[in-house]
């Protein structure tokens, strides 16, 4: 059967702890499939702030999230039992939250959610490296990196959580991967608890930190 993937665990993490209507934060949405599950969790009440550097990973993001949601919906709905009414019923349950889908560095996130969000994030998603079937050299970079995760330690609100995956297997993935493994590690225990997910028979397996804010 084997144990969750690194991806798999960090959305149950965060589904766990996060409700519709909630403020999700995806800080690198690529090909928007973290954005696509962050979305659904919050629903029509939420707010999903998305970030990437790369304009064609918006692109992704935004065909995903306009195009899958719906059609996501239909195939629960056809799922689901019971009469016709229902169903309809059913299909109104997964439309997008508040979108804003922002082509900027993810270190600069604070300036572009609202004051009266900060602080009160629900959940933060990193996922590290680069953009799949894109150009392999535009890589997340450890300092912008360091800075961004201060900045959403800052933004979550008590009992929110931050999940990075980390990937030191790839090119320019080592020191990114040690410089935040370290920083999760040296964080006052009195800001958040830290755990790590990882398989430790393989070195360049890709793994997971999550931080739940205290
Ligand atoms: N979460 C994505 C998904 O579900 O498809 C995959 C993310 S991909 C592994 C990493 C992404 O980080 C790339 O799209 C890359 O452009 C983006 N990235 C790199 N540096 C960034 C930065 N400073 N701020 C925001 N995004 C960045």
């Given at each position: 059967m084997g144990f969750l993937s690194v991806l798999s665990m960090a959305h149950k993490l965060i589904k766990e702890r996060v409700q519709p209507g909630d403020t999700v934060v995806d800080a690198t949405c690529g090909n928007g499939v973290d954005a696509q599950f962050l979305a659904e969790l919050v629903g029509s009440r939420g707010t999903l702030y998305a970030f990437d550097i790369q304009e064609q990973a918006l692109t992704r993001t935004a065909e995903r999230l306009n195009a899958s949601l719906p059609v996501q919906a239909v195939e629960h709905a056809s799922q689901a039992e019971g009469p016709a009414p229902s169903r309809a019923n059913s299909m109104k349950e997964y439309p997008l939250p508040k979108l804003h889908l922002v082509?900027?560095?993810?270190?600069?996130?604070a300036n572009h959610i609202a004051v009266n969000s900060q602080g009160q994030i629900a959940a933060i998603m990193f996922n590290l490296g680069y953009l799949p079937g894109?150009?392999?050299?535009?890589i997340t970079l450890t300092e912008p990196t360091l800075i961004a995760l201060q900045s959403a330690i800052m933004l979550l609100r008590k009992g929110g959580i931050l999940t990075i995956v980390l990937y030191?297997?790839?090119?320019?993935?080592d020191a990114e991967t040690i410089a935040v493994e370290q920083w999760a590690a040296n964080l006052p225990q009195q800001i958040g608890q830290a755990v790590v997910y990882k398989?430790?028979?393989?070195?360049?397996a890709p793994f997971l930190v999550a931080i739940e804010k205290l």
């Open positions: 082509l900027d560095s993810h270190e600069v996130m894109a150009d392999p050299s535009i030191p297997g790839h090119s320019g993935g398989r430790i028979q393989r070195s360049d």
